[in-house]
Nanobody
Framework: QVQLVESGGGLVQAGGSLRLSCAAS????????MGWFRQAPGKEREFVAA??????????YYADSVKGRFSISRDNAKNTVYLQMNSLKPEDTAVYYC???????????????WGQGTQVTVSS
């Protein structure tokens, strides 16, 4: 069983930054792609970013709404994936989830394990 635990959420003013972390259990972390999704109140869960599997070189993929502001990375030695969020906007307010996936996919159905989520609130 894989467990994913997010942290790093909080309240920040517009224009500020936050760094989310997602710690994964298990020995095969580097063998899977990882993704970040978010869900705002009254809205469907949406894709944010994904990073490919790998030990040396990796690929990344972003939603258009966060491209140039957010950056996903991973540290396989720590079984952790990060989401650096800069230039935050009120519309970024949501619960952010990390998930284990099978490639650089934006469809949540391509991810099998999910964390419990961490709240990010951006005030105007």
């Amino acid at each position: 069983q894989v467990q994913l635990v997010e942290s790093g959420g909080g309240l920040v003013q517009a224009g500020g930054s936050l760094r989310l972390s997602c710690a994964a259990s298990g020995r095969t972390f580097s063998s899977y792609a990882m993704g970040w999704f978010r869900q705002a109140p009254g809205k469907e869960r949406e894709f944010v970013a994904a990073i490919s599997m790998g030990l040396s070189s990796v690929s990344t993929y972003y939603a258009d709404s966060v491209k140039g502001r957010f950056s996903i990375s991973r540290d396989n030695a720590k079984n952790t994936v990060y989401l650096q969020m800069n230039s935050l906007k009120p519309e970024d307010t949501a619960v952010y989830y990390c998930a284990r996936g099978y490639g650089l996919r934006y469809d949540s159905n391509d991810y099998d394990y999910w964390g419990q989520g961490t709240q990010v609130t951006v005030s105007s």
